[in-house]
Every structure is written in C-alpha cells, then in structure tokens.
C-alpha cells in the first residue's frame, strides 16, 4: 500500500483497499469492517478471509479491523465491492457510536459491534486518534487509523523469582506463573473436567 501523500493537500492520507462486503445492508462512509478470518473450512488455505469483510459483531477482533467505509453504499442483496481505507490511513472520516465526543488529539477511539467508534483504551490495529473536535455526540469525526499490534493488554502479576531446591519445588513455582497468566487473561483457563 501506498501511504505518501497522494492527493490534494486538503484531502485525508489514505491506504486504500477494494475487498466485498458480505453484508446486504447499507455502509456508511466511515463505519468499520472487519476481515471474515474464518470464513471457508479453518483446516483449508483460503485467501478470501483476506479480501471479505463485515459490520464488526459478537466475536470481532481488533486482530481483524480492515478499516472503515470510504463513501456510502447503498444496501445490496448478496453484497458487493467497497473501497475502504485502511490502517495507516490519516485524515479520514470515521462514524461515531450515539453520545460519543471526541477532543482533537486527545485519548482513542475503537470500533464496536456495528461499526460505529467509541472511546477506547490501548492502541494499534483497530484504534484511531481523533483529529477533530466532536462535542455534539454521535456523528462523523476526523481520525487517524493506527497501526500495529493490538495493546493494552493487563499484565500477568510479579512473579518472584524460584528459590526451589528440588523438582517439587519448580513445579510448584511453574503452577503459580501460569495460575498468574491465567488470572491476567494472558492464557486460557483448564478446561472443566
């Protein structure tokens, strides 16, 4: 993707990508996608969960954010090809969630279910910076699209260092590191027997 400057000097910065919308529903200039990363059988190579989005819902990730909707797009039965802007991209027009507001560089914003930007914690893929002032709620706003790996995460709670002396010992201190990346959220929890 190309992100130099590639156009008039009032115009947004813009990585631009083509993929299909799965949706049948109206895109508002501005409401997040995200790519389908399971669509087709999971043990098959499949290209298409890279070139086919959706409306964020139950189950999204910000693993997974294509970008937000370059211009509306009338709703279409059985879906259709949208130009949207991606990660990276500067200067562009997100759609606020209702009583949203937002101050010109200051603090986050993420999608959620529906598409639409809320305020937010962490940065990277899936996060914008507001690049307006927005203090009416709800709405369009300015923002840049951050790139990178999704943070923010809790971190796993100190762990003191092992003074074990036999095999006991160390077992013992390795159970409490993953009881502690458990509880951080860090690694799933033991299956229920």
Known sequence: ??????????????????????????????????????YGTAADVDCRRNNRVKL?????????????????????????????YAPGSRGVIVQLADAQTTTIGSGVITFGDGGKF?????????????????????GKVQADLMVGHVVGMVPAANQ??????????????LNDVLDALKAAGLMTADAEE
Not at 65 to 78: D, L, M, Q
Not at 164 to 171: E, F, K, L, P, Q
Request: overall charge negative; glycine content about 14%.
């Open 160 to 173: 003191a260092d092992s003074e074990a002396s036999d095999v006991a010992g160390v077992v013992s201190d």
């Open 1 to 38: 993707m190309d992100a130099s400057v590639n156009g008039h000097l009032k115009s947004a910065n813009v990585c631009s990508l083509w993929v299909w919308f799965e949706g049948s529903t109206a895109l508002s200039e501005g409401m997040a996608v995200v790519f389908d990363a399971d």
């Open 118 to 138: 809320s305020t937010g914690t962490g940065a990277g893929c899936g996060f914008a910076v507001p690049r307006q002032t927005q203090a009416t709620g709800g």
């Open 56 to 84: 964020p819902g139950a189950g999204s990730s910000k693993y997974d954010f294509a970008g937000v909707a370059a211009r509306n797009y009338s709703a279409k039965s059985g879906g259709q090809f949208v130009e949207v």
